[in-house]
Antibody
Framework: QITLKESGPTLVKPTQTLTLACTFS??????????VGWIRQPPGKALEWLAL???????RYSPSLKTRLTITKDTSTNQVVLTMTNMDPVDTATYYC???????????????WGQGTLVTVSS | DIQMTQSPSTLSASVGDRVTITCRAS??????LAWYQQKPGRAPKLLIY???SLESGVPSRFSGSGSGTEFTLTITSLQPDDFAIYFC????????FGQGTKVEIK
């Protein structure tokens, strides 16, 4: 059974750096074709694809947020970590991590999702 | 960036209705298109990938079609559990989502 769970702060101040962890089970991020990504959803709004890391440590970032995002993996602890710098109130959203083995050359959709974690940016 | 436009934004329907949602891409994405269902307070659930492939465990009343820039999600015989928001997502390049279509009870 594949599960993913996001963890991190629920409240961050403007200009701070957000660090979120995704702890997963039921699959290995060393297996060929597997990837884990991050997606966010502001309250009442659409989903936004943020970043992705593949089994071979290849990484992809949303072009509009690339300068602020870093994604890393730790296969020994089954975690994927996303950092986002210079947080702003417009970054208030539910942040999801998700797993996939379904991808094109340059993109992915997502099979399994975590429950999401709401991050509020406010002073 | 590839933009995804869904229509309609809201759809009112009754149990048993046939429902169709359209998603248009700003440039060709071949068949790299997925559909998700999302209920309030829940994570999205993958329904369809590669435009028309049904995800395991998803009822066969859901189907997808299209290629290039125009895609559709069809729900034949809408069930009470199907009232939700539906998102399309292109994954030809990264992964842009549409703005969502809310299927509500008529």
């Amino acid at each position: 059974q594949i599960t993913l769970k996001e963890s991190g702060p629920t409240l961050v101040k403007p200009t701070q750096t957000l660090t979120l962890a995704c702890t997963f089970s039921g699959f290995s991020l060393t297996s060929y074709g597997v990837a884990v990504g991050w997606i966010r959803q502001p309250p009442g709004k659409a989903l936004e694809w943020l970043a992705l890391i593949y089994w071979d440590d290849d990484k992809r970032y949303s072009p509009s947020l690339k300068t602020r995002l870093t994604i890393t993996k730790d296969t020994s602890t089954n975690q994927v970590v996303l950092t986002m710098t210079n947080m702003d109130p417009v970054d208030t959203a539910t942040y999801y991590c998700a797993q996939t083995s379904k991808h094109s050359v340059y993109g992915t959709c997502f099979d399994y999702w975590g429950q999401g974690t709401l991050v509020t940016v406010s002073s | 960036d590839i933009q995804m436009t869904q229509s309609p934004s809201t759809l009112s329907a009754s149990v048993g209705d046939r429902v169709t949602i359209t998603c248009r891409a700003s440039q060709s994405i071949s068949r790299w298109l997925a559909w998700y269902q999302q209920k309030p307070g829940r994570a999205p659930k993958l329904l369809i990938y590669e435009a028309s492939s049904l995800e395991s465990g998803v009822p066969s009343r859901f189907s997808g079609s299209g290629s290039g820039t125009e895609f559709t999600l069809t729900i034949t015989s809408l069930q009470p559990d199907d009232f939700a928001i539906y998102f399309c997502q292109q994954y030809n390049t990264y992964g842009t989502f549409g703005q969502g279509t809310k299927v509500e009870i008529k």
